[in-house]
């Protein structure tokens, strides 16, 4: 069975880039569907980030989607840096003119925005598989799933967004139609554990040790989240809980200081690299978050780039894209869109 439908805006990837640009799209009148591979417990439990910068944090407040961010979030005005044997505080918000940055859970803020984006009555399909984006260069671009009862659609968009990360689809096409890829890849990974501890320390600790780089960061009150940097091709077997603990406890080690040990949760190896990919646009499907770009969670910089990436999408495509449905955007990705009205100063604007 195939089932034939229209939107606005197509958006391939339920994962924080995604659900916002669906959630902002909304606040503009504009319609949307998200689809996604993944069920929504496995989106709501993936680990990823933590650490929202201010500006992330001011968007998902203006736009409704601060209640629980601004209860359970741990606001931090710093760091710790220690190295030879020492532990230097810096002061961000001394540093930056007043900024800090809020340790909540990039898995909580997904939480947030489906609840959301469903009490609103939006479209979300989980479970789809076969997604396909095609007709680009039209201006009526389609976009094809099957959903998880079995039944193929056809949708066609004003507009789609490729939100499925570094190994979605969208990527892919864009590519296909001619680009340029800067990479680096580091020669070393992340070993990461997340612990049920309370953390040891009131801000995050980046230590530097001749074992090593280790990092101290934090989920919540409850939950630590540990970093070692080990080699790139390292076997996550080769380390059992003892063995992380051991070496946490080395790289963090300070006169009068004591790291707290607990049950480890999870525990993963994640690759360092560096990855843009451009052009991010071919004909009317966009990228925006991972599918466009990776950068190593050393910043901890990837979810606050893709909130970026679609506060700006939206409002590109609210300049474009009338509440009608009707659309003026230029098949050529030079070209900028004429003949529409400037964007709302709606939030997110
Ligand atoms: C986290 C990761 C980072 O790379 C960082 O700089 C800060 C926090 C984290 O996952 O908690």
Redesign the pocket.
């Known amino acids: 069975m195939t089932a034939i439908s229209r939107t606005q805006v197509g958006i391939v990837g339920a994962g924080p880039a995604g659900l916002l640009l669906s959630h902002l799209l909304a606040l503009r009148g504009i319609d949307s569907i998200v689809v996604e591979n993944r069920s929504r417990a496995y989106c709501e439990a993936r680990q990823r980030?933590?650490?929202l910068e201010a500006g992330t944090v001011e968007l998902l407040r203006a736009v409704g989607l601060g209640a629980r961010m601004d209860a359970e979030g741990l606001e931090h005005g710093g760091i710790h840096l220690q190295f030879e044997g020492e532990r230097h505080h810096l002061d961000f918000r001394d540093l930056t003119g007043g900024r800090w940055v809020t340790?909540y859970a990039q898995t909580e803020i997904v939480k947030d925005l489906i609840k959301a984006r469903l009490a609103a009555g939006a479209a979300i399909e989980f479970e789809v598989s076969d997604t396909e984006v095609s007709a680009l260069d039209t201006d009526q671009p389609v976009l094809r799933f099957t959903d998880s009862a079995g039944t193929r659609h056809v949708v066609t968009c004003d507009v789609i967004a490729g939100c499925d990360g570094f190994h979605g689809i969208s990527r892919d096409v864009v590519a296909a139609g001619g680009h340029t890829v800067w990479e680096t890849a580091y020669p070393y990974a992340w070993l990461?554990i997340l612990a049920e501890v309370p953390p040891s320390t009131d801000e995050?600790i980046?230590s530097h040790h001749p074992d090593g780089f280790a990092?101290h960061?934090?989920?919540s009150p409850a939950i630590s989240?540990l970093?070692l940097q080990v080699a790139p091709d390292e076997d996550i077997a080769q380390w059992p809980d003892e063995r992380i603990w051991a070496q946490l406890q080395r790289r963090f080690a300070l006169p009068g200081w004591k790291l707290t040990e607990g049950p480890v949760l999870e525990k993963s190896i994640t690759p360092m690299r560096s990855f843009v990919s451009a052009p991010m646009r071919r004909g009317r499907l966009f990228l925006a978050g991972d599918a466009a770009h990776i950068v190593p969670?050393?910043?901890?910089k990837g979810m606050n780039l893709a909130v970026a990436d679609v506060r700006l999408l939206s409002r590109a495509f609210g300049a474009t894209t009338r509440t009608s449905g009707s659309t003026c955007w230029s098949a050529t990705p030079s070209r900028r869109p004429v003949g529409c009205g400037g964007p709302p100063t709606s939030p997110g604007g």
Do not use: D, E, F, K
């Open positions: 980030a933590g650490l340790i990461g995050l980046y990092l960061s934090l989920r989240r970093y969670p050393t910043g901890a």
